[in-house]
Nanobody, 127 residues
Framework: QVRLVESGGGQVQAGGTPRLSCVAS????????ITWFRQTPGKEREGVAL????????YYADSVKGRFAISQDNPEKTVYLLMGSLQPEDTAIYYC????????????????????WGQGTQVTVSS
């Protein structure tokens, strides 16, 4: 059973650089796309950053490109999202999700392709 647990959210100042963590248990050697999504009330869920756990392929939303960086520590089964130059509009609940056995460039940010989701971690950016 795959389980994803996020941590690292909280209140941050604009311009801050917090790091979110997603611990993914149960994947073992399964090929997976691990993606950070975010959602705010009244808005659609938005894909933020993706990483393939089998070859380090990464993909970013235009809104965070150059500011956020996704990385992984495979022995620790953890995916990180380093957030930089934070703005109030980055305020959201950030979710970690996993899509198994698929090509990550094809999966992209299609939320329907993701089977496993974490519980989310709130990030609130104050100006």
């Amino acid at each position: 059973q795959v389980r994803l647990v996020e941590s690292g959210g909280g209140q941050v100042q604009a311009g801050g650089t917090p790091r979110l963590s997603c611990v993914a248990s149960g994947l073992d050697s399964t090929r997976a796309c691990i993606t950070w999504f975010r959602q705010t009330p009244g808005k659609e869920r938005e894909g933020v950053a993706l990483i393939a756990n089998y070859d380090d392929y990464t993909y970013y939303a235009d809104s965070v490109k150059g500011r956020f960086a996704i990385s992984q520590d495979n022995p620790e089964k953890t995916v990180y999202l380093l957030m930089g130059s934070l703005q109030p509009e980055d305020t959201a609940i950030y979710y970690c999700a996993a899509s198994l056995y698929r090509s990550c460039p094809r999966v992209n940010f299609m939320s329907s392709s993701y089977t496993y989701w974490g519980q989310g971690t709130q990030v609130t950016v104050s100006s």
